[in-house]
C-alpha cells in the first residue's frame, strides 16, 4: 500500500492551496499597511535570532512553508531562502535526536502496521524516500522528523535529504513572503508553477519507491 493509500488529488492538494492563499492573503494585507509591524519583526530578531526563533517553532509544529515566507518578508528572497533552510533543518534535527534519544527503544518494540512498512521503506531506501515525502504537497513535517528519529533510519542520508527536499517550497515560500521586483502576477505565477512541479516530482517518486 502506498503511503497516501491512494488519496485523490484534490485531498492531496486543497490543504497546501489553502496554506498557500492564506500566506499570500497574510502578505497582501501586511504589505497595505495593515499590522505592519510583522514586517520588521523577522529582521528585527537578526539573522541568528530568527533561525534559532523560526527552527525552534518548526520542531514544535509550525509549518516550514511559514517560516520560508516570514524569511522571504523580512530578509529578503535569497537571505530568506538560506535563513529558513538553516531553520527549517535545525528544526528537523532537534526532533530527530529528540525522540531517537527519547523513544527509539520504546517505538521499536510497538511499530505494527503501516508505521513498520513505512519504518522499512525507510531503512531500505534513506535518500530517496524522504526526499519524496518531503516534495509531496501532504503530510506532517513533524511527524516524519519524530517518526524517522525512532526507526531505523540512519541520522546522515534523513537530514540530508530532508534539507534537499525543503528547497523547493522553501524557494516558493520565501518568493512569496519576499515581493521580489516582478510584477505581482508574474511573481504568483512562478510561485505556484514551481510548487507544481515541486509536488508534480514528489508524486513521481512516489511511484518509484514504494513506501508502504
Known sequence: MALTARLPASAMLWKPALLLTGLVVAGLAVRS???????DAPAQLGAAGFVVAAGLACALGVPRQVA??????????????ALALVAQCLGCAA??????????????????????RLDA???RHPFTATVTLRL??????????????VSGVAAGPFLAASALGYV???VVFALLGSGVSVGHGTQMAVAVGLFVVASAAGVWLLRRVRLG
Open 136 to 149: 509531496l504537497p501532504v503530510g506532517s513535517n513533524v511527524a516524519l522528523n519524530l517518526l524517522a528519529g
Open 68 to 81: 520560508a515566507y516570514a524569511a522571504g518578508l523580512g530578509f529578503g528572497f535569497w537571505p530568506g531562502c
Open 168 to 170: 523547493p517550497q522553501t
Open 121 to 123: 521503506a525507510l531503512a
Open 95 to 116: 526532533d530527530f535526536i529528540w525522540a531517537r534519544a527519547v523513544a527509539r527503544d520504546w517505538a521499536a518494540r510497538r511499530m505494527t502496521g503501516r508505521l513498520a
Open 33 to 39: 499597511g495593515i499590522g505592519r509591524q510583522a514586517l
